[in-house]
């Protein structure tokens, strides 16, 4: 006989774990499907490390979903005893030769004008500031502009996932791991889910597959989303003393070009090495083909362009490095809506490289549709309507 269960949750990384404890949390029959055993470092949440921060200059839209989340994280940590969120400050800088200090559309801009707006604790400053705070950035340029956020920092994201699968199987959910999702389609008011394995039948189902979302979902989904290929670089520390006082995450814009852009995190006790990545949307992948090779050339190559001059105490050498990939939409946002042809199935997971913070949340709200039939937090801003035209 198929199993039948009220709510499926396909993919259980970052936004499928934290959909899957939150129904579990509420008494929903669910099951949760990866074709991995999450976590794991084949799709868009390994790595260590993830930034959060709340002011998020990608939009006014994001913020009630980081406040949410970092309440629960750290319901999170009391339940696991684990540590998953680090508060040590966010940084957020602009040092271009082509700084324009009236250009709204600069990041840092944006950030201190949405936490001017919100009333996010937060503090301006110079490029003399910069320099005295936080040595690492002493070759910032004199017209430099930083924004620092005390309540930001970082998500340590496999422990997440780790911590909200184990919540959801006490729970009762039913995790089924190693197993593929191939095809799936309505059969009366319910969803049949063919995997590798056979097929189970849901009343609902959350589609959470990051990277590999279009292949499971088609039109329109397989026009509007793009995977780029992104390099994390943990470079070993030259001199441990200029990250010896208190050390944030950070953004660095550095000119103009997307990738004239540069984030990363403190070093990790004990590790020798600071993560550090920039970010790249002109070249697309296919998810089934993703080179995940990372060779000496690339190092260089990122420590020429985004470390050295830039950011100081590093040496030109890696202690790891590994590939990670974005799910990008046309304009950069979210789409976290209903399936248009499939019904009672709704899709998320397209984050476009900024979603781990908001990610609790999400699956709280995704949760809730299931549950109340809306959320509590408006999630319209992610509809797939916008793309109509
Ligand atoms: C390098 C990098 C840096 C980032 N930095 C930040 C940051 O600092 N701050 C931030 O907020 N966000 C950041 N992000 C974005 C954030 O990490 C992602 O938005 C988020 O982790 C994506 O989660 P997801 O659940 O959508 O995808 P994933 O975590 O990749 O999960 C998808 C899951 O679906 C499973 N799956 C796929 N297809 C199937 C199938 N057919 N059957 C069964 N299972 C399937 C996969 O195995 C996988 O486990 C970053 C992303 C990258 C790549």
Redesign the pocket.
């Given at each position: 006989m198929q199993q039948h269960y009220e709510v499926a949750v396909?993919?259980?990384?970052?936004?499928?774990?934290a959909t899957l404890y939150q129904l579990a949390k509420a008494g929903v029959k669910a099951v949760g499907?990866?074709?991995?055993a999450?976590p794991?470092t084949?799709?868009?949440?390994h790595?260590d490390?993830?930034?959060?921060r709340l002011s998020n200059g990608e939009g006014p839209q994001y913020l009630p979903l980081v406040q949410r989340s970092h309440q629960l994280w750290r319901e999170l940590e009391a339940l696991s005893g684990e540590p998953l969120f680090e508060q040590c400050g966010v940084l957020v800088m602009t040092s271009s030769p082509r700084y324009d200090p009236w250009d709204a559309d600069d990041f840092t801009h944006r950030t201190i004008a949405l936490a001017q707006a919100y009333g996010i604790d937060h503090e301006v400053l110079d490029a003399s500031a910069i320099r005295q705070r936080f040595a690492q950035f002493a070759p910032v340029l004199d017209s430099a502009i930083g924004y620092f956020e005390p309540e930001g920092g970082?998500?340590r994201?496999e422990r997440c996932?780790a911590v909200q699968l184990q919540q959801a199987a006490q729970h009762g959910a039913t995790l089924r791991v190693n197993?593929?999702?191939?095809a799936l389609e309505n059969v009366g008011a319910a969803v049949r889910i063919s995997?590798d394995q056979g097929t189970i039948l849901a009343d609902k189902v959350i589609i959470?597959?990051?990277?590999?979302?279009a292949?499971?979902l088609g039109a329109p989904f397989d026009s509007l989303l793009r995977v780029c290929r992104?390099?994390?670089y943990w470079f070993e520390i030259e001199d441990p003393g200029v990250f010896a006082a208190h050390s944030p995450s950070f953004i660095l814009t550095h000119g103009p070009g997307f990738t004239d852009v540069s984030?990363g995190f403190p070093p990790l006790p004990g590790e020798g090495s600071m993560k550090m990545?920039t970010e790249q949307y002109h070249q697309a992948c296919d998810p089934a083909a993703l080179d995940r090779t990372v060779d000496d050339n690339q190092v260089q190559a990122m420590y020429r362009t985004q470390v050295l001059d830039k950011i100081d105490g590093l040496r030109p050498a890696v202690t790891k490095s590994s590939v990670?990939?974005?799910?990008v939409t046309p304009d950069y946002h979210f789409i976290v809506d209903e399936h248009p042809r499939l019904r009672n199935v709704t899709v998320?997971?397209?984050?476009?490289?900024?979603?781990?913070?908001?990610?609790a949340a999400l699956g709280e709200a995704l949760a809730q549709r299931c549950v109340q039939g809306a959320s509590d937090i408006d999630l319209s801003a992610f509809s797939l309507q916008r793309f109509a035209n």
């Amino acid at each position: 006989m198929q199993q039948h269960y009220e709510v499926a949750v396909l993919g259980l990384g970052a936004m499928g774990a934290a959909t899957l404890y939150q129904l579990a949390k509420a008494g929903v029959k669910a099951v949760g499907i990866d074709r991995y055993a999450p976590p794991h470092t084949q799709g868009s949440s390994h790595g260590d490390t993830r930034i959060t921060r709340l002011s998020n200059g990608e939009g006014p839209q994001y913020l009630p979903l980081v406040q949410r989340s970092h309440q629960l994280w750290r319901e999170l940590e009391a339940l696991s005893g684990e540590p998953l969120f680090e508060q040590c400050g966010v940084l957020v800088m602009t040092s271009s030769p082509r700084y324009d200090p009236w250009d709204a559309d600069d990041f840092t801009h944006r950030t201190i004008a949405l936490a001017q707006a919100y009333g996010i604790d937060h503090e301006v400053l110079d490029a003399s500031a910069i320099r005295q705070r936080f040595a690492q950035f002493a070759p910032v340029l004199d017209s430099a502009i930083g924004y620092f956020e005390p309540e930001g920092g970082y998500l340590r994201p496999e422990r997440c996932i780790a911590v909200q699968l184990q919540q959801a199987a006490q729970h009762g959910a039913t995790l089924r791991v190693n197993e593929t999702v191939t095809a799936l389609e309505n059969v009366g008011a319910a969803v049949r889910i063919s995997t590798d394995q056979g097929t189970i039948l849901a009343d609902k189902v959350i589609i959470a597959a990051g990277m590999w979302s279009a292949g499971l979902l088609g039109a329109p989904f397989d026009s509007l989303l793009r995977v780029c290929r992104q390099v994390l670089y943990w470079f070993e520390i030259e001199d441990p003393g200029v990250f010896a006082a208190h050390s944030p995450s950070f953004i660095l814009t550095h000119g103009p070009g997307f990738t004239d852009v540069s984030y990363g995190f403190p070093p990790l006790p004990g590790e020798g090495s600071m993560k550090m990545a920039t970010e790249q949307y002109h070249q697309a992948c296919d998810p089934a083909a993703l080179d995940r090779t990372v060779d000496d050339n690339q190092v260089q190559a990122m420590y020429r362009t985004q470390v050295l001059d830039k950011i100081d105490g590093l040496r030109p050498a890696v202690t790891k490095s590994s590939v990670c990939t974005y799910t990008v939409t046309p304009d950069y946002h979210f789409i976290v809506d209903e399936h248009p042809r499939l019904r009672n199935v709704t899709v998320v997971s397209a984050c476009s490289g900024h979603g781990f913070k908001h990610s609790a949340a999400l699956g709280e709200a995704l949760a809730q549709r299931c549950v109340q039939g809306a959320s509590d937090i408006d999630l319209s801003a992610f509809s797939l309507q916008r793309f109509a035209n």
